[in-house]
Each structure stands twice: as C-alpha cells, then as structure tokens.
C-alpha cells in the first residue's frame, strides 16, 4: 500500500522460468516504489496491478484489458492488434495499460527482458513504469486513451487533431518517465538495500 492508501498487488502469469529472484523483488519493492512515486507527486496512484510474465504473457493480458475496455472490436481487428501486441512485447520491459475494472492501471512486467534483472536496472523499469500508471490518472487522460484505442480498433474514427493531442500527451508522458527514472530509482534502491 503507497503512503496515501493506493493499493497495489503484484502477481504472475506465465511467469517463464528461472524468474524467482525478479518475483520476489518486486513483491518486496512495489509498495515501496509506490509509495516514492506518490512522494514525489504529492497525491495517490490510483490501484495499481502488477504481473509479472512473458512477452507472450504480456501481450495476451494487454489484449485481454483493451477488448473488455472497448468491447466492439471486430474480430479482424482484434487479431491485428493481437500480432500487434506480441511484437511490441518482445521488444518491451514492460507495458502499463488501464484497467477495465473503471480506475487504475495494470502494469506488466515482462519476466525475459534482460532490463528485469535485479541487478541490471529492475527499479529503473519500476519507477519508469510506475510514473506512466500515475499519468493515467489524471484528469482527462484515461478518456483520451479511451478514445484513441477505439480508433486503433476501427470503432469510432477521431479527428486528426485529436489524434496529434494524443500523440504529443503520450511524447510528454515518456519524456516525464524518462527523465525521472534515475532519481527514483536511486532511491528506491536506497530504500530497498
């Protein structure tokens, strides 16, 4: 739990072999991390769910997510975004997506990718992610994402420039993670060690 009550689980899917070490600590560093997020923002994350898994792990939880969220999708869109999502796993440390649950976000944490080792750089993916799961909720921005995965889905079309605000808020959102994950790392690992 963060310091202002925001609760986060950490959990498996399909975990992949030999990942026990990275479980355990994330286990052990989520609330911890949480709770420097907030911190450093001042406010709550709202719930936050963690599962560490595999890219394919990843992918199928990601799908499973945007369809309940937009439920419309055509059965050939949903196999694009399906091959979509196992490429962009591959690649992927992690992904945070919203959760269909109405608030919050999910957050995978891709079990193969040589970032998620406990001493390769966990906690950097960790704040990194962790700032994007506070991104989501703020004001206006889930509706946005909301919009735009229904326009990736072929159902409901959005403008050009609606399009552009979403494409200029998610480069400001990676700018702002990316900027911050050093320091919040640093003293995650700090407050871990």
């Given at each position: 739990m963060g310091i202002f009550g925001s609760p986060v689980k950490v959990e498996t899917y399909k975990p992949g072999w030999g990942r026990g070490r990275a479980l355990r600590f994330v286990q052990d560093a989520a609330p911890v991390a949480v709770r420097i997020v907030e911190e450093h923002y001042g406010r709550s994350l709202q719930p936050v769910r963690i599962t560490l898994t595999t890219p394919d792990g990843m992918a199928e939880l990601a799908c499973r997510a945007?369809?309940?969220l937009v439920p419309q999708v055509s059965a050939a869109a949903r196999a694009k975004a399906e091959r979509e999502a196992r490429e962009l796993a591959r690649g992927a440390a992690a992904q945070v997506v919203l959760s269909p649950?109405?608030?919050g976000t999910l957050l995978f944490l891709n079990s193969r990718s040589d970032a998620m080792r406990v001493?390769?750089?966990i906690e950097t993916v960790l704040s990194h992610e962790l700032v994007h799961c506070e991104q989501f909720g703020r004001r206006g921005v889930r509706e946005l994402i909301l919009a735009h995965t229904r326009h990736v889905f072929g159902v409901k079309e959005?403008?050009?420039k609606v399009v552009?605000?979403?494409e200029d808020m998610l480069e400001g959102h990676e700018a702002e993670a990316y900027g911050l994950e050093d320091s919040l790392a640093a003293r995650l690992r700090k407050a871990v060690a």
């Open positions: 945007e369809f309940a649950r109405g608030r001493d390769e750089g959005l403008s050009p552009k605000a979403f």
